[in-house]
């Protein structure tokens, strides 16, 4: 009795204390945010950097502690109160923290974290340095609600939160007119996709009755599979997905985005905010495990998306658009993956892509913070010697996101790839080509940067050193998780368990459950696969050696461009086609309404009402003597009139 | 006879009432209004209802009445100083009030109280049964009351102070 | 004198003050001079008054005589501050001519 009594109220301190590390975590970065905001002011810049830091340590930590507990079937769930009780609809302000929420947690928490703390190095000379951590915090903070949600609702408060802090940071150096452009453009085309994630989350409203996950979850596979309303609220979901995530056709903000001090980009341009989409699908998987339509368009979206962003990527010379591409071109793979319903290897890829892509932007900006802002390839070069930690750990990363065997990107990639060549040739043809691309221009860039000559002036030359330490412990972090980053989905091949499909397995099994999927390939081929893999990796990155090492060959200038190097150089003319067909006639139709419309319909509206309005006071002016006596004499008569209707009815 | 009673007395009420409106001289409108409050009172007998019909007589005759009067004196009003208005709208004031008591009458057409009679004299007027009724029932509007005066009398004085600029 | 009273029908006494009444309201418009107006809005009251003590006692009940109690109450205050307030306006414009009153608008 005393023992089993004993138990419930151990149980009971443990959902407490659960309950409470799960609140701590998206409220002490929501707390550094605060501190900063209000009373960054006051504080040395120093405190303020460790105070952004050690809040997403915070979080860090409280993930970890929930993550040793936590088994792959837990769900912590935590009802805030009761947001929009409506009728039958009643949406919660909840936070649910389960086996995918934790891979996320601790992905945005720890990178974030890293991100942090090489930012106090980085941004340490720049003027908007409180301002930066205290918009970095609030992404974190609006990144954790957005993964912790356990609504669509919550989910949607998240997704904008991180579309206004990336928009604020893209423009944070706001003095220059073109990063306010780029700023907007994202905010743009981020609205176009929320649109869509709003209207979908309305349908899902009025068919399901709710927001919940876990309660759609368990409704959905009552339904008929592939009927119009799921495909709708598929389709519209994912075009809200192509949006966040950069997909094609609105991935075109991504590279401009590059605009944002490159911490920005690390975070929140490669690591995390672009991966929402890809967390939302799989979230909401069993919706799309019923849309087989909709699967289809995300695979071919996806396929279609890796290689335009790859063949783009061969032609980049700024070192940051290469690597924007290349996420692009990264997430066409995680959505490729989605499509094929391979939904735990699309998050593997996604924690493996964040490693690797963080630490190559990190590395970026490193070299970029050694050059004093120069980011143009063309310009770098010989920089091996110079900045040996940023080097090696670059060289790591390009080789874990090339697909060199045994590193973290190796296995992820590869996983894709098999679940391609299982269900789709086409789609596996495709995309090997596209790692095959990825692979050469990233060591184009490798070798472009870091060996050779310099090729900049003397000048900045002399000035080139390493960075301090708070830049390069997150590097060298990174660069270990990049490496070692595949463990955790080791194949059946090397005689161990895939860690995170069994981890995710109870967050995949409504999908998988629908899908059915075949009978896996033999090891021996998946075996073939993997070396085809790694020895196309390894070939393309021996090619890339041979143009831009042996031959020395450096990208001609802008002028010196022409035929199919110019229109890829300037990325197929999207940009072009999207202003000709879409922005121009937008302003023209606004100009239209501004000059005509609005003067002419809505001005003579305003001027009658008002003209309306002022003719009646005159009029009734009259009535308004003043004069006492008058206003007796009204009220009789109003009396009177009141007695007379009375009779009269 | 107690028809004729009611009769007389009602015709005295409202040849008072007239002449209050109709007379020139605010002292006339005021000895008439305060005759009229008298005869007011006799129908409050009438019907039984004894301790209204102090109260009243002290109430409007012994205190608001002289509360007129004595303003009329003060401003010095006693003498045909009022113009009633000019004859078109003494007419139309004439007719609407015409107006109203016909519609008035005209809706009372239809009411069949005439067919209530008074019922025997009973104690419900008299001030044992008002007094326990009011420290009973109405305990709480009779004590707000006397709150209503404090901010009336307070008002009062607070407006007819002479401002001292 | 009991038993002969009660041929006197209630509405007689609607009667009696309605035509009180719209004396009251007929001076209200017809006087300009602001203390006959007040009278007269003590009549209006008075005539009210009556009906409510004639309807309790036809009915045998004493609630509309303690109305008319308060309504004396309420009648009291209100002439207090309505003759105060004609005594000041008399200080400011020599006058209790209500056609002088003409600033109730903008």
């Known amino acids: 009795m005393t023992d089993k009594h004993k138990t419930v109220e151990e149980s009971l301190d443990q959902i407490r204390t659960t309950t409470f590390l799960g609140l701590l975590i998206p409220l002490l970065p929501l707390l550094g945010f605060l501190v900063n905001g209000f009373l960054g002011k006051y504080l040395p810049k120093s405190v303020i950097g460790w105070i952004g830091s050690l809040s997403v340590l915070g979080s860090f930590i409280c993930t970890l502690i929930l993550f040793r507990q936590a088994g792959p079937t837990d769900a912590i769930q935590i009802d805030l109160f009761s947001w929009i009780a409506l009728g039958s609809i009643d949406i919660s302000f909840g936070l649910t923290i389960d086996a995918l929420t934790l891979i996320m947690l601790m992905v945005v928490t720890g990178i974030g974290f890293l991100i942090h703390l090489y930012s106090i190095g980085y941004m340490h000379a720049d003027e908007g340095f409180t301002r930066f951590f205290v918009y970095l915090n609030l992404f974190i903070f609006f990144m954790l609600l957005l993964v912790m949600g356990s609504n669509l609702l919550m989910m949607f408060i998240g997704w904008e939160g991180v579309g206004l802090c990336s928009y604020l940071l893209i423009g944070f150096w706001f003095k220059n007119p073109s990063y306010n452009d780029a700023a907007q453009k994202a905010f743009v085309m981020n609205r176009i996709g929320d649109l869509g994630f709003l209207l979908g989350m309305f349908f899902i409203l009025f068919h399901f009755g709710t927001l919940d996950f876990s309660t759609i979850e368990q409704m959905a596979p009552s339904l008929v599979a592939d009927n119009g309303l799921l495909i709708a609220i598929t389709m519209l979901l994912f075009i809200g997905a192509t949006g966040k995530s950069a997909q094609i056709p609105l991935y075109t903000w991504l590279p401009d985005a590059m605009a944002g001090p490159t911490p920005v980009s690390a975070l929140i341009h490669a690591a995390t905010m672009v991966t929402a989409g890809i967390y939302m699908i799989v979230r909401t998987n069993v919706l799309f495990a019923m849309a087989p339509f909709t699967l289809a368009v995300i695979l071919w979206i996806g396929v279609a998306t890796s290689v335009v962003a790859a063949i783009i990527g061969l032609k980049q010379n700024d070192i940051k658009k290469v690597l924007a591409y290349s996420t692009v071109s990264q997430l066409g793979l995680m959505f490729a993956a989605l499509g094929l319903g391979a939904f735990s290897s699309g998050i593997f890829h996604l924690v493996t892509h964040a490693f690797f892509k963080a630490l190559l932007f990190l590395g970026a900006g490193s070299v970029i913070h050694a050059l004093h802002g120069q980011q143009d390839i063309r310009w770098m070069g010989g920089l091996k010697k110079l900045i040996p930690i940023t080097y090696i750990t670059f060289i790591i990363a390009s080789l874990a996101i090339s697909g060199f065997p045994l590193l973290s990107g190796f296995f992820s990639k590869d996983e894709i790839l098999a679940h391609a060549f299982q269900q789709n040739l086409p789609v596996w043809i495709i995309l090997s080509l596209s790692s095959l691309l990825t692979a050469f221009y990233m060591f184009r860039l490798v070798y472009l940067t870091f060996f050779n000559d310099f090729r900049g002036t003397e000048e900045t030359r002399s000035h080139i050193h390493e960075s301090p330490w708070t830049m390069t412990v997150p590097l060298i972090i990174l660069c270990v998780l990049s490496v070692l980053g595949g463990l955790m989905g080791l194949p059946v091949v090397f005689h161990a368990n895939h860690w995170l499909n069994t981890w995710l397995a109870d967050v995949t099994a409504p999908a998988a459950a629908i899908l059915h999927q075949g009978h896996h390939i033999s090891h021996t081929m998946e075996v073939i696969l993997m070396s085809v893999a790694g020895i196309g990796a390894i070939l393309s990155i021996l090619y890339a050696r041979h143009v831009y090492l042996t031959r020395r060959s450096v990208p001609e200038s802008d002028e010196a461009m022409s035929g199919w190097g110019k229109v890829i150089y300037q990325k197929f003319y999207v940009d072009e086609l999207y202003d000709r067909w879409i922005v121009a006639p937008a302003f023209k139709l606004a100009e239209w309404l501004g000059n005509v419309f609005d003067k002419h319909v809505v001005d003579r509206v305003v001027t009658l009402t008002a003209g309306f309005l002022d003719a009646s006071g005159r009029t009734l002016r009259v009535f308004q003597s003043g004069n006492t006596g008058s206003y007796v004499f009204a009220m009789v008569l109003g009396i009177v009139v009141l007695f007379i209707i009375r009779l009269l009815i | 006879m107690d028809q004729l009673l009611f009769l007389s007395v009602s015709a005295l009420t409202v040849i008072s009432a007239l002449v209050v409106v109709l007379s020139k001289n605010p002292m006339y409108s005021v000895l008439s209004l305060i005759f009229c409050f008298f005869t007011i009172a006799g129908h409050y007998i009438l019907l039984h209802a004894q301790f209204l019909a102090i109260t009243h007589i002290i109430v409007y005759a012994g205190a608001i009445m002289v509360l007129f009067l004595f303003v009329v004196m003060l401003l010095n009003l006693n003498k045909d100083s009022d113009q009633p208005k000019v004859g078109k709208l003494r007419v139309a004031a004439t007719i609407s009030a015409g107006m109203l008591f016909v519609t008035l009458l005209a809706s009372l057409k239809s009411t069949r109280l005439g067919e209530f009679t008074l019922p025997a004299p009973s104690d419900i007027g008299l001030v044992e049964h008002i007094g326990i009724r009011l420290f009973t029932d109405y305990l709480l509007p009779f004590e707000i009351s006397s709150i209503l005066f404090l901010s009336a009398m307070i008002g009062a004085v607070v407006l007819a102070k002479k401002d001292k600029n | ?106």
């Open chain 3, 1 to 106: 004198m009991d038993t002969l009273i009660q041929a006197v029908p209630l509405n007689w006494y609607l009667f009696l003050s309605s035509f009180l009444f719209c004396i009251g309201v007929m001076g209200v418009l017809f006087r300009r001079n602001a203390i006959v107006i007040l009278m007269c809005i003590e009549l209006m009251l008075n005539s009210v008054n009556l009906l409510l003590v004639a309807f309790s006692s036809y009915s045998g009940n004493s609630d509309g005589q303690i109305f008319v109690f308060f309504i004396m109450v309420v009648a009291a205050a209100e002439v207090a501050v309505g003759l105060a307030l004609l005594v000041s306006i008399y200080r400011n414009t020599g006058s209790t001519d209500i056609d002088f009153l003409n600033k109730l608008k903008w």
